[in-house]
């Protein structure tokens, strides 16, 4: 932020602008930034899946629009989705059905403000920038929520309910594998987590002690379930609740949570590159290094790693699903916690 | 008229007894994605349980049978083709088998081998599309993909031989239409028998079967008690995977089963109790390598001689007089029951499809599970609506 209020400062004529304009000035451009990233990751990631997806099933996957390889599918998809109708039930409660899908994405948005892209490279470098993450994607339940509610759908309520209780759930153990690299870092800032983690793979919070190696998968487990994607993609099962909490939603509001579910991948990934996989540093120390493509090609590794875990395995019940949530990975993420802060007792790295 | 009664179902609120909540009354179809067809059920349910589930059927009847009433033996065929569009070569076998049982027509013996060929092509074929699709209302995708490759050389095989890819009209009364073609049919038929045999099927084992989530989700699922079979007349995989080993291929043989050899798989409780989704899904794992055996044993002794017999070629008039003839199509006992007049067209025709008997159980087994389940339990019956509403 602060190299960007410098930038816009050092542009022609604009040196006399107050801080306070300068401020927002870089505000505004770094949002526009930020929805521009999360839009196109949307249509990145669509033509990613299918072709991750045909590549694990033996086909090929979109192959004509856009010459290559289908790369223009995901355009055509969006104009495709622009043109068609917006309906809305007669019976839906109208406001409630237009806000949830703009609540679903802006949790989903917000929480690429504190995403550390490289060292000065940051929408809002502030101390809470974790617990901030974690608090605005909550939204997401609220909005999800709404709209299951509002679109007077038996089959749109029971998506609704099981995704509230499932995103609910998981946040928890979400958090708590977090919590062990906060301890050896001290702080909640992002930047700050990124930084601790320089100097090579070694220094990566997942190698730095088996219980974070532990978190680390407790992370990338609760991480598909907070996504919404299969194996635990309860809120839309498309062979049980037809489409879940979106069943009623056409067009541009239904897009909405298509960019949102793809925005959310990234971005749990994104964390997870920040927190586990040493951010934006290479793996090796004297390596030339570009640090926001390192740490994007980190987050899109996570994300096809997601995608592999989806196209492979079955669906969980959703009562096994909770089981798994309460009485497995809260409680093994409480224990990384406990043996963690014992690890850096024990190696005399506590007490900073 | 619908709404009017389902609002009086509403208001009679009887059955809840001491749940303070109401029951949510669901329609599960008859467009929806795991009812496999047009099949509706009505749920009633109390969160994620299921209190009450009736199936409504009747959306894909097309009067096949009084059809039969209407159009001469032979021209019949094609309607049996479209009782189970998954394993239409097991639906012709059983017309035939019936139709020259009151017509007494001889039937070359080349032609029952062929006919046992395609009919276990054709059952192959039926059971991957169940599995496949098991599959993916369970949310694995990617064994769908798979299954459907392999049913696609089956596809082309039967193509070569009778001409169709999906509704075949094979086998008529007295033989097959068409005799086995010159163009390396049997070896290509017996190449692919070995890779489902030695790849394929430990391909779907590694993948699927085995693994920890979807054995979580089936291992003592949909519970299916030997005695409830028999009640409800359960045959085929159903009431295979319930632990009785009953084929009408072998206990009741027709065409020529007994001069082949093969086991009947039943289901063991390997992950759960004898008789849960899992067993179901497996004994139709294991009966595509016993189809495989004796596809290859067909074919091995296949004899020469005639495909059909002479005097095909004229109307065919049956004897007045009634003749039941059970057979064992993919999905289970099809068993069809003609009574002749002497005429060349049917008096009556029934027809007993296995799915319509295998759905009815879900009434009993289906309350008190979760929706969830209801699902794997309706996979795992793998019914065809062509069969049941007929």
Redesign the interface.
Known sequence: MEALIELLRSLPGASGMSDQTAFIAAAASMATIMFMVMALCAIVFTWMERKV?GF????YGPMRTGRWHGVAQAIADMLKILSKEDIIPAEADKGLFIFGPILVLLGSLLAWAAIPWGPNFIAADFDLGLFYIFAVSSMVILGLLMSGWASNN?WAL?GAARGAAQMISYEIPLALATIPVVMYVGSLNTTDIVVAQQGGIWNWFVFRNPFLFIAFFLYFIASIAETNR??F?MPE????L?AGYHTEYTGMRFAFFFLSEYANLFLVALIASMVFLGGWWAPIPGLPNVPWLTFVIKGILMVFLNMWVR??????????LMHLCWKVMIPLSLLCVIGSGIWMMLSGQAGV | MMEQKMNKGWASQDHVGEIKSELLELNMGPQHPATHGVLRLLLETDGEIVYKCTPVLGYLHRCAEKIAEGINYKQWVVYSDRFDYLAPMCCNHAYVTAMEKVGQIEVPERAEHIRVVVAELSRIASHLIALATFGLDMGAWTPLLYMFREREVILDLLERISGGRMLYNYMIPGGVRYDIPNDNWEQDVLDFVTMVETKKVPDYNNLLSYNKIFIERLGNVGVLSVEDCFDYGCTGPVLRGSGVKFDCRRDDAYSAYPKFDFEIPVGEGEVGQVGDCWDRYMVRMKEIEQSCRIIRQALEQMPDGPYQTHELKKIIKAPAGAAYSRTESSKGELGHYIIADGGQIAFRHKVRSPSFCNLQVIEKVGVGMMVSDLVAFVGSLDIVLGEIDR
């Open positions: 997806a694990i099933q033996n086909r038996k029971y299969g194996p993609d099962t498309e062979s049980e037809v196209w492979t395995l079955p669906r969980v019940r959703v009562d096994q």
